[in-house]
């Protein structure tokens, strides 16, 4: 039996369940009602909410990419005439975006209901819906996603290209690879040790302060590595491309050649036969 009083009187209701299933969101008395129709009616009610769920989510992740895809106006130098030239570059690094902004979007409702969850019982024992979202759907997205991902790799499905194309780049068709596999690996551990710290902290049951503010650290730590992976990516592809094609301007081989009424810029520092033993081929 359990009793509801409310200001106007109260609900007295029986049942034959060890424990009563009670929420705000329950009309009074509504757990009286059969089984069956309450199984339907919930199953209906789910529906209705995975559809405002999956619109809200689609706005907000809209509005994360707009953010995310903002771009600025930069001056290069050109690395054949030595000109400056406007070149609009995105704002955001995108391993960053992707760690933060992308991460918040896709994982709002879980973040959410955790929050809603975790404020709705300061003072009194937690509940367990918030914790086990957030460690399920990281799960999920880390072995299921990423299982299905590269299981879905096939021969009839990759359209880079045909496999001699392909193969003149060193790649196989049906093949794909982690381009930047310095970000991939600092993700893929720091996921581990997140399982790892999770388990260490609820050992005695209890999350002291510190333990929080140390988890929260890690995450800036998180991005704050991945970052310099990708920078460090960033900068061998670089140093490769110009090892590669000879695109660096170096300030002792820079000069002027003076025509008759403007001044052209020397900036390459390759030599007629380098360029034609090297990009003539690739040409």
């Given at each position: 039996?359990?009793?509801?009083?409310?200001?106007?009187?109260?609900?007295?209701?029986?049942?034959?369940?060890?424990?009563?299933?009670?929420?705000?969101?329950?009309?009074?008395?509504?757990?009286?009602?059969?089984?069956?129709?309450?199984?339907?009616?919930?199953?209906?009610?789910?529906?209705?909410?995975?559809?405002g769920?999956?619109?809200?989510?689609?706005?907000?992740?809209?509005?994360?990419?707009?953010?995310?895809?903002?771009?600025?106006?930069?001056?290069?130098?050109?690395?054949?005439?030595?000109?400056?030239?406007?070149?609009?570059?995105?704002?955001?690094?995108?391993?960053?975006?992707?760690?933060?902004?992308?991460?918040?979007?896709?994982?709002?409702?879980?973040?959410?209901?955790?929050?809603?969850?975790?404020?709705?019982?300061?003072?009194?024992?937690?509940?367990?819906?918030?914790?086990?979202?957030?460690?399920?759907?990281?799960?999920?997205?880390?072995?299921?996603?990423s299982?299905?991902?590269?299981?879905?790799?096939?021969?009839?499905?990759?359209?880079r290209?045909?496999?001699?194309?392909?193969?003149?780049?060193?790649e196989?068709?049906?093949?794909?690879?982690?381009?930047?596999?310095?970000?991939?690996?600092?993700?893929?551990?720091?996921?581990?040790?997140a399982?790892?710290?999770?388990?260490?902290?609820?050992?005695?049951?209890?999350?002291?302060?510190?333990?929080?503010?140390?988890?929260?650290?890690?995450?800036?730590?998180?991005?704050i590595?991945?970052?310099?992976?990708?920078?460090?990516?960033?900068?061998?592809m670089?140093?490769?491309?110009?090892?590669?094609?000879?695109?660096?301007?170096?300030?002792?081989?820079?000069?002027?050649?003076?025509?008759?009424?403007?001044?052209?810029?020397?900036?390459?520092?390759?030599?007629?036969?380098?360029?034609?033993?090297?990009?003539?081929?690739?040409?």
């Amino acid at each position: 039996m359990q009793v509801k009083k409310f200001e106007r009187g109260q609900i007295v209701e029986y049942t034959n369940l060890v424990e009563f299933c009670d929420s705000f969101v329950f009309l009074p008395g509504i757990t009286t009602l059969s089984r069956p129709f309450l199984a339907v009616m919930y199953f209906f009610w789910l529906l209705w909410m995975f559809l405002g769920m999956n619109i809200i989510a689609d706005i907000f992740m809209g509005a994360i990419e707009v953010i995310t895809s903002r771009k600025r106006v930069s001056h290069i130098q050109d690395p054949y005439t030595g000109d400056l030239k406007k070149v609009n570059v995105n704002v955001w690094n995108p391993t960053v975006a992707n760690l933060t902004l992308m991460a918040l979007g896709s994982s709002a409702p879980e973040i959410l209901l955790n929050v809603i969850e975790t404020v709705t019982t300061l003072g009194s024992k937690p509940g367990e819906l918030g914790p086990s979202t957030i460690v399920g759907s990281a799960a999920f997205n880390f072995l299921v996603i990423s299982g299905i991902s590269i299981y879905a790799v096939s021969d009839e499905n990759d359209d880079r290209g045909t496999v001699e194309e392909l193969a003149a780049k060193g790649e196989i068709k049906g093949v794909k690879k982690v381009a930047d596999t310095g970000v991939f690996a600092v993700t893929t551990i720091w996921s581990i040790v997140a399982y790892c710290w999770l388990f260490i902290v609820l050992l005695d049951q209890v999350v002291e302060p510190w333990e929080a503010y140390l988890t929260l650290g890690f995450f800036f730590i998180l991005i704050i590595m991945a970052y310099t992976a990708d920078c460090l990516r960033r900068r061998t592809m670089k140093d490769r491309e110009t090892e590669k094609y000879g695109h660096e301007i170096h300030a002792e081989d820079a000069g002027t050649h003076k025509g008759k009424d403007k001044e052209f810029p020397l900036c390459s520092v390759k030599s007629a036969l380098n360029f034609y033993e090297q990009l003539l081929p690739l040409e």
